[in-house]
């Protein structure tokens, strides 16, 4: 029996789970909530899968679970093994390591990338006006982050080095929109060889290409 994922295969935070069942070839099967007529917002919803009425939820027979990066690390321990992808390695410093790039992720590139994703491509979506004063505002700010991701990613392919883990999946989603809404010049500036080198290595990767498809 396949695991259960509540959510939408276009929404960010689910993609990013769809990303590693795949690199893992682990088959979810996706229960598509309507999200327009605000069913994650229902009583019945959030009583009995996620209190704060946002998605994705993991279901795996009696047991639930909630936030996309716990989803994603639940699958990969699950899953992973000898003959997969080794998405979070066993050594305890480079599991530390993948740790490490994820809070970065949720803290500085979340704080511009995916804000700027929310103004660019959200907004639309719900019908709202994109503040373009905020827009050049985390643009800024994104290209200062990439400066320093630039500096962290010299010599690597990957955040880990040679290998493509959990660590890279994290930043597709948003990473993904905010290349397609107007970032594009900033990942692959001359600048920032670095971060254009493990973009392009991790946004092609057929895991992640596979996701974006459907």
Known sequence: MAIKVIGSARATCTQRIIAVA??????????TLDMANRAHKSPEYIKNYQPFGRIPVLVDGDFQLFESRAICRYLVHKYQNKDTIQLIPEDLQQSSLIEQYISVE??????CIDKYVYETVFKKMFGLTPDEEKIAELRKAAEQVLDVYNQMLEGKDYLLGDKYTLADICHLPYGQHAY??????????PSRPNVARWWKNISSQPSWQATIAN
């Open 106 to 111: 949720m803290s500085e590139w979340g704080t």
């Open 22 to 31: 795949k690199a893992l070839n682990v088959d979810l099967e996706i229960e």
């Open 180 to 189: 397609n809404a107007g970032l594009a010049d900033v990942f692959d500036a």
